[in-house]
């Protein structure tokens, strides 16, 4: 089993920072990729940005995020982080964890981040 800890929401103003983390912990795991989701109310749940530690670190970022936002990965803490600049009022979502692990057929989540940008 693998559990995702999610940590850095919160409210921001409009053109304000943000960095979400989610650390992954368990035993006897492998990180294949990890990524972030987002779900806005009425909205369905969309990809903010994905890195894939297997095939060569491959990144995809949302085409609504692009250039905002950065996702990167500290493997020795096998953590991966998501710095959201230039934030505008329609990121406002939870933000999801969410992580492929090697040999572990089902993809996990973390338990939501609420980010708000509001003036």
């Known amino acids: 089993q693998v559990q995702l800890v999610e940590s850095g929401g919160g409210l921001v103003q409009p053109g304000g920072s943000l960095r979400l983390s989610c650390a992954a912990s368990g035993s006897d795991f492998a990180i294949y990729g990890m990524a972030w989701y987002r779900q806005a109310p009425g909205k369905q749940r969309e990809l903010v940005a994905r890195?894939?530690?297997?095939?060569?670190?491959?990144?995809t970022y949302g085409d609504s995020v692009k250039g905002r936002i950065i996702i990167f990965q500290d493997n020795a803490k096998n953590t991966v982080h998501l710095q959201m600049n230039s934030l505008k009022p329609e990121d406002k979502a939870v933000y999801y964890c969410?992580?492929?692990?090697?040999?572990?057929?089902?993809?996990?989540w973390g338990q939501g981040n609420q980010v708000t940008v509001s003036s």
């Open positions: 890195i894939s530690s297997g095939g060569g670190g491959d990144i």
């Open positions: 969410n992580g492929d692990f090697y040999g572990l057929g089902d993809s996990y």
